[in-house]
């Protein structure tokens, strides 16, 4: 052996000789002693706390970081089929295999998730807790999951506002488009055709080139040359109802929330697909009322929507005289898709008799469920601590005649909002500010047959500790089977070009032309 190989391999054991005595023992050298370990008669601290509840079939791994206070961590990962997943660790940080979890979850659907923790503590002993245990469902969640993500800030337009694609059954997240393409402005209201087609609308808001709608159809991207802001597709693809609102900000200077916002002006229209013409109907555009937050019924007999008394006639002091006492009924309206003809209006909950204000009406893909916000007061649950969901059997109402509701067992003292529906009715994703002040983060949760809600999971991400230093909210969550067909550059082009889609929009007093400016001159904003 030369001298240069000498002295780097002896240097070479140096260094590790080093790096044993500061750090101990690689960590396939150690060995814990199960039978020796002392029993601490308590689950370890998770986080995030994927514990006592029912996962999807499919998800990606729920890695995790153990917060209790050692030296070494080892987690077993294990069901009653298959073999367990080991994990070491010096940081606590347990990232799950990938490969294996897919595996583990395969075999055990409708089974038992184990997770057994033991930590080493600075004495050189070991300790163990009570096994996490989770249930798998049977039932797998849909693949994707689109969203906004957005800096929380009191003027967003400044900052920046995406919708992203997220794969459920991995860590792969795409961005669709943000507001970087076009130097500010505001990117939202992104819906689906009922979860099983590619076909997305898409907002965008922006001064250079106004407001808009993308409609992605089987990869190709039109531009509809007006702003549709919360939007149904009906069952049948052919038709989308949406509304139109005048939305200013405000702020209070003493609320935990201080961002606020109402609806000076309000109506809903449709736009037919097949023929590129935007309708209404005076049943829900009238002026003396407020009408938004439309919902298809499964089968596109009824359209719910949220309608309130316009208790103001000036509509430019921003807030207006008795917004605060705005309170909005849950109502519905039938429809007749081929005669293209609506029926009279009919009050399904009346703010009356709750007390309270109805936003975010969402129906189950199978017809049977309904889950809305309640709030103190308005339309807008994501700035309203007060909001919490609420779930009502369609099919009992059938029955009975009487539409009674409850509250889900899965609300926190913050704002809960912008629900969605698997495919599947056995899931919903919601916005919480849970665990996380003024951020938001989507939730995932299992609805059973009863129509009972479990302990919801915060979507995993790779790094155990993401969410920990994550300084953006993640709102608007919507799922959907199948990929969105297009995104970045391709979305951007429709966004400079001329309108594809050229509609008559039916004049109201809250219909908002391109590039239009609020007051203070920013142009329309993005509310979380």
Not at 54 to 62: C, H, K, Q, T
Not at 118 to 134: A, D, G, K, P
Not at 357 to 365: F, Q, Y
């Given at each position: 052996?030369?001298?240069?190989?000498?002295?780097?391999?002896?240097g070479?054991?140096?260094?590790?000789?080093?790096?044993?005595?500061v750090?101990?023992?690689?960590?396939?050298?150690?060995q814990?002693?199960?039978?020796?370990?002392?029993?601490?008669?308590?689950p370890?601290?998770?986080y995030?706390d994927?514990?006592?509840?029912?996962?999807?079939?499919?998800?990606?791994?729920l890695?995790?970081m153990?917060?209790?206070?050692?030296?070494?961590y080892?987690?077993?990962?294990?069901?009653?089929?298959g073999?367990a997943i080991?994990?070491?660790?010096?940081?606590?940080d347990?990232?799950?295999p990938?490969?294996r979890?897919?595996?583990?979850?395969?075999m055990?659907r409708?089974?038992?998730?184990?997770?057994?923790?033991f930590?080493?503590?600075?004495?050189?002993?070991?300790i163990?807790?009570?096994?996490?245990?989770?249930?798998?469902?049977?039932?797998?969640?849909?693949?994707?999951?689109?969203?906004?993500?957005?800096h929380?800030?009191?003027?967003?337009?400044?900052?920046?506002?995406?919708i992203?694609?997220?794969?459920?059954?991995?860590?792969?997240?795409?961005?669709?488009l943000?507001?970087?393409y076009?130097?500010?402005?505001?990117?939202?209201?992104h819906?689906?055709?009922?979860?099983?087609?590619?076909?997305?609308?898409?907002g965008?808001?922006?001064?250079?080139?106004?407001?808009?709608?993308?409609?992605?159809e089987?990869?190709?991207?039109?531009?509809?040359?007006?702003?549709?802001?919360?939007?149904?597709?009906?069952p049948s693809?052919k038709?989308?109802v949406?509304?139109?609102?005048?939305l200013?900000?405000?702020?209070?200077t003493?609320?935990?929330?201080?961002q606020?916002?109402?609806?000076?002006?309000?109506?809903?229209?449709y736009?037919l697909a097949?023929?590129?013409?935007?309708?209404?109907?005076p049943e829900?555009?009238?002026?003396?009322?407020?009408?938004?937050?439309?919902?298809?019924?499964?089968?596109?007999?009824?359209?719910?929507?949220?309608?309130?008394?316009?208790?103001?006639?000036?509509?430019?002091?921003?807030?207006?005289?008795?917004?605060?006492?705005?309170?909005y009924?849950?109502?519905?309206?039938s429809?007749?898709?081929?005669?293209d003809d609506?029926?009279?209006?009919?009050?399904?909950?009346?703010?009356g008799?709750?007390?309270?204000s109805?936003?975010?009406?969402?129906?189950?893909p199978d017809?049977?469920?309904?889950?809305?916000c309640?709030?103190?007061y308005?339309?807008?649950?994501?700035?309203?601590?007060?909001?919490?969901?609420?779930?009502?059997?369609?099919?009992?109402a059938?029955?009975?005649?009487?539409?009674?509701?409850?509250?889900?067992?899965?609300?926190?003292g913050e704002?809960e909002?912008?629900?969605s529906?698997s495919s599947?009715?056995?899931?919903?994703?919601?916005?919480?500010k849970?665990d996380?002040?003024?951020?938001?983060?989507?939730?995932?949760?299992y609805i059973?047959?009863?129509?009972r809600?479990?302990?919801p999971?915060?979507?995993?991400q790779?790094g155990?500790?993401?969410?920990?230093?994550?300084?953006?909210?993640?709102?608007?969550?919507?799922?959907?089977t199948t990929?969105v067909?297009?995104?970045?550059e391709?979305?951007m082009?429709?966004?400079?070009?001329s309108?594809d889609?050229?509609?008559?929009?039916?004049?109201?007093?809250a219909?908002?032309k391109?590039?239009?400016?609020?007051q203070?001159?920013?142009?329309?904003?993005?509310?979380?």
């Amino acid at each position: 052996m030369n001298r240069r190989i000498t002295v780097f391999v002896f240097g070479l054991v140096g260094v590790l000789a080093v790096v044993v005595l500061v750090y101990g023992l690689p960590i396939n050298d150690i060995q814990v002693d199960e039978d020796s370990a002392s029993v601490i008669g308590r689950p370890a601290r998770i986080y995030p706390d994927y514990s006592s509840t029912i996962i999807p079939a499919n998800i990606a791994s729920l890695n995790f970081m153990v917060q209790e206070e050692g030296t070494y961590y080892f987690v077993r990962v294990y069901c009653e089929k298959g073999k367990a997943i080991e994990i070491y660790s010096r940081s606590g940080d347990i990232v799950i295999p990938t490969r294996r979890w897919r595996k583990m979850l395969k075999m055990n659907r409708g089974g038992e998730l184990c997770f057994d923790i033991f930590v080493r503590t600075e004495t050189q002993t070991w300790i163990r807790y009570s096994t996490i245990t989770n249930k798998i469902a049977k039932e797998e969640i849909d693949r994707y999951l689109v969203y906004r993500r957005m800096h929380p800030t009191h003027y967003p337009i400044n900052g920046r506002v995406g919708i992203f694609q997220r794969n459920l059954e991995n860590f792969d997240e795409k961005l669709l488009l943000d507001n970087r393409y076009y130097m500010g402005g505001c990117v939202n209201c992104h819906t689906f055709s009922h979860n099983q087609r590619c076909d997305m609308l898409m907002g965008v808001r922006v001064a250079r080139y106004g407001a808009m709608t993308l409609l992605i159809e089987d990869g190709k991207v039109s531009k509809i040359e007006t702003k549709m802001g919360y939007t149904t597709w009906h069952p049948s693809g052919k038709l989308a109802v949406y509304s139109i609102n005048k939305l200013p900000m405000f702020y209070h200077t003493v609320r935990k929330e201080v961002q606020d916002t109402v609806d000076m002006e309000s109506a809903l229209a449709y736009y037919l697909a097949e023929t590129k013409v935007v309708k209404t109907t005076p049943e829900l555009s009238k002026k003396e009322r407020l009408e938004t937050w439309p919902m298809w019924s499964a089968d596109g007999r009824y359209l719910y929507f949220c309608s309130a008394e316009r208790l103001w006639m000036d509509d430019k002091k921003v807030p207006p005289d008795n917004y605060d006492k705005v309170k909005y009924d849950l109502v519905r309206i039938s429809y007749d898709i081929d005669r293209d003809d609506w029926g009279e209006v009919e009050t399904v909950i009346s703010s009356g008799d709750t007390g309270m204000s109805i936003a975010m009406p969402r129906l189950s893909p199978d017809g049977r469920w309904l889950i809305f916000c309640m709030i103190d007061y308005g339309f807008f649950p994501p700035w309203q601590q007060s909001s919490d969901l609420y779930i009502m059997d369609l099919r009992a109402a059938e029955e009975t005649g009487r539409f009674e509701y409850r509250r889900l067992e899965i609300n926190s003292g913050e704002s809960e909002a912008w629900h969605s529906w698997s495919s599947n009715s056995r899931w919903i994703v919601f916005s919480s500010k849970r665990d996380y002040g003024g951020f938001t983060r989507s939730y995932i949760s299992y609805i059973d047959e009863n129509g009972r809600a479990y302990k919801p999971v915060i979507v995993p991400q790779k790094g155990p500790e993401f969410y920990a230093s994550c300084i953006e909210a993640f709102n608007t969550p919507e799922f959907s089977t199948t990929p969105v067909g297009a995104a970045g550059e391709k979305l951007m082009r429709a966004v400079r070009g001329s309108a594809d889609i050229s509609v008559d929009v039916p004049i109201t007093m809250a219909t908002p032309k391109a590039g239009e400016k609020q007051q203070g001159g920013q142009t329309w904003r993005a509310v979380e």
